[in-house]
């Protein structure tokens, strides 16, 4: 059985996390997930303090294990959200699009574990000095909004940098990954592509047949000509539409900021692939069958376990 520190810190069974997914991540997925040995993670998105306590309140019916929220701290109700993880207590809270510096002291309180993903060593380095439990080391090669490192090359390098945990993120969907991460150093990863094909995951099923019908080539990432909103998503009329507006001579950073607005939405509720933005990784073409959040954690776990005990096979 894998034992890390992420193992321990959080009394869970897999080393695995499930990614904060905005219209996707809710408190079935996060309860499955957690249910299943891994770590089950609600995404408050840019829904308001209700929308996330019923999600809580949801997945605390489903199960008495640790689940997580994650914060995107773009959100116009970030401050109301995080105000309530922290009277919720909810067990790890996660972050992205920004620092939650600001917001870390109230969560330590509560004795949250606050672990923020992270796209750069020295964003890494603030969160370990402000409190954080550990940090997820996220490469471009995920779904959604990214950076500009790989997971191979940043991953190591905020081990090197940091003094806690590390998870690995990006590009993950079975236990290769798993263990390639472990070998980096990383004490765990968290997976958000492979858990859009989970059978507890309510996303429209259209986005799942994206995920599944998807090969090596079929993402793009649009965003990058005004900075700091790259996004990775699967090719398709929106998504080759938006490239092709943002780098046209009438494109304004506002522009491109509107084409975008609602788009998730259409994806992931109502599934329409032409004018519907698909998040996904480029590790998309990996996965191949809808299974139980349980079953993918056991198969990832139990891969990673048998590819770790034979690594002495290379050495004489």
């Not at 309140?57 to 970030?78: C, E, H, Q, W």
């Not at 550990?134 to 500009?148: L, R």
């Not at 090969?215 to 539409?241: L, P």
Request: aromatic residues 6%; hydrophobic residues 50%; proline residues 3%.
């Amino acid at each position: 059985m894998l034992k890390t520190q992420i193992t321990d810190l959080l009394s869970i069974r897999y080393p695995i996390f499930q990614g904060g997914m905005a219209w996707i991540a809710d408190g079935t997925l996060a309860a499955a997930v957690s249910e299943g040995g891994g770590l089950g993670i609600i995404s408050a998105m840019n829904a308001d303090g209700a929308y996330l306590r019923g999600q809580i309140a949801l997945a605390r019916r489903l199960t008495d294990r640790p689940f997580g929220v994650n914060i995107m701290l773009m959100s116009p109700y970030a401050d109301e959200v995080a105000q309530i993880a922290a009277e919720e207590g909810v067990a790890v809270v996660t972050t992205g699009a920004g620092s939650p510096v600001r917001f870390m002291p109230a969560w330590t309180d509560a004795g949250i574990r606050v672990i923020p993903v992270v796209a750069s060593v020295s964003m890494a380095v603030m969160c370990a000095r402000a409190g954080a439990a550990a940090v997820i080391a996220e490469g471009q090669e995920s779904g959604g909004h990214i950076g500009e490192a790989t997971t191979m090359a940043l991953v190591p390098q905020v081990v090197d940098a940091v003094d806690i945990p590390v998870l690995a993120a990006g590009g993950i969907a079975d236990g290769r990954g798993l263990a390639a991460a472990l070998m980096l150093g990383a004490q765990g990863v968290q997976m958000g592509t492979r858990f859009l094909a989970a059978a507890e995951c309510g996303v429209h099923p259209n986005y799942k047949l994206m995920v599944l019908g998807a090969a090596d080539t079929s993402t793009i990432v649009t965003g990058r000509r005004f900075g700091g909103s790259a996004c990775r998503q699967i090719k398709n009329s929106f998504s080759r539409n938006f490239s092709k507006f943002e780098f046209s001579a009438d494109a304004t950073a506002e522009a491109v900021a509107e084409r975008g607005v609602g788009a998730l939405r259409r994806a992931a509720l109502d599934g329409d692939t032409k004018e519907g933005c698909f998040l996904a990784g480029q590790i998309a073409g990996l996965v191949k069958k809808e299974q139980p959040a349980a079953e993918i954690l056991r198969e990832v776990a139990e891969q990673a376990e048998s590819l770790l005990k034979g690594t002495t096979q290379w050495i004489v």
